[in-house]
């Protein structure tokens, strides 16, 4: 079954609202979890590193205040497009490193998929 | 900082044919391998990883890829594809002292047909 669960898989918003976008760990605690954003026919885009209980470290050229992320307990992250734009639109995905694993293995979300109108 | 080159945006085979997805490195220190599949609308699933040990490394569903220190590559190979391998094959890169932040390759898209 899945280890990570992505919530919604698909959502369609209007220009200039907010969209939040869940991240859940099943199966183990998570002290980090990474976000990371594909376009079409490209590769995934990280965007920024979850650590629970601080504040998430973004990649350079994310904006922080665009892309807000929560990791308030150690099965859930999430992430908020506030305002969202057209240019927004793109395919979410999420990871998950295992609590004390250090092998680089990382559990990916099925993604999710954000239409802005 | 690292970086990975999928030379192949697409590769399309005949059932049944083997293939061979290139992937190529670049980094300054020591790093773990893996190579992802993506079908559909969903989210990566691990094929198989290179940590250390033997440099032939064998994953699911029949695939296996080979570490190549001196040529810096770690390419994807299968001696029979099938239809259902149809999919996205990403090759990611991480340094062992930062684990769990991958590079991504640019992808290579497989096409087995009949």
């Known amino acids: 079954g899945a280890v990570v669960s992505q919530h919604p898989s698909r959502v369609i918003c209007k220009s200039g609202t907010s969209v939040k976008i869940e991240c859940r760990s099943l199966?183990?605690?998570?002290?980090?979890m990474f976000w990371y954003r594909q376009f079409p026919k490209k590769s995934l885009m990280l965007m920024a590193t979850?650590?629970?209980?601080?504040?998430?470290?973004?990649e350079q050229g994310v904006e922080k205040d665009k892309f807000l992320i929560n990791h308030a307990s150690l099965t859930l992250s999430t992430l908020t497009v506030t305002s969202a734009h057209p240019e927004d639109s793109s395919f979410y995905i999420c990871?998950?490193?295992?609590?004390?694993?250090?092998?680089?293995?990382?559990?990916f979300g099925e993604g999710s998929r954000l239409t802005v109108l | 900082a690292q970086s990975v080159t999928q030379l192949d945006s697409q590769v399309p085979v005949f059932e049944e044919a083997p293939v061979e997805l290139r992937c190529n490195y670049s980094?300054?220190?020591?790093?773990?391998l893996f190579w992802y599949v993506q079908y559909p609308n969903q989210g990566l699933q691990l094929l198989l990883k290179?940590?250390?040990?033997?440099?032939l490394v064998k994953g699911i569903n029949g695939f296996e890829a080979e570490f190549n220190k001196s040529q810096t590559s770690f390419h994807l190979r299968k001696p029979s594809v099938h239809i259902s391998d149809t999919a996205e094959y990403f090759c990611?890169?991480?340094?062992?002292?930062?684990?769990?932040?991958?590079?991504f390759g640019t992808g290579t898209r497989l096409q087995v047909t009949l």
């Open positions: 990871s998950v490193k295992a609590y004390s694993q250090n092998t680089g293995e990382l559990f």
């Open positions: 199966d183990f605690q998570a002290t980090t």
């Open positions: 979850s650590n629970e209980g601080s504040k998430a470290t973004y």
């Open positions: 980094s300054s220190v020591s790093v773990y």
């Open positions: 290179y940590l250390s040990g033997s440099t």
């Open positions: 990611a890169v991480s340094d062992t002292g930062t684990a769990s932040k991958l590079t």
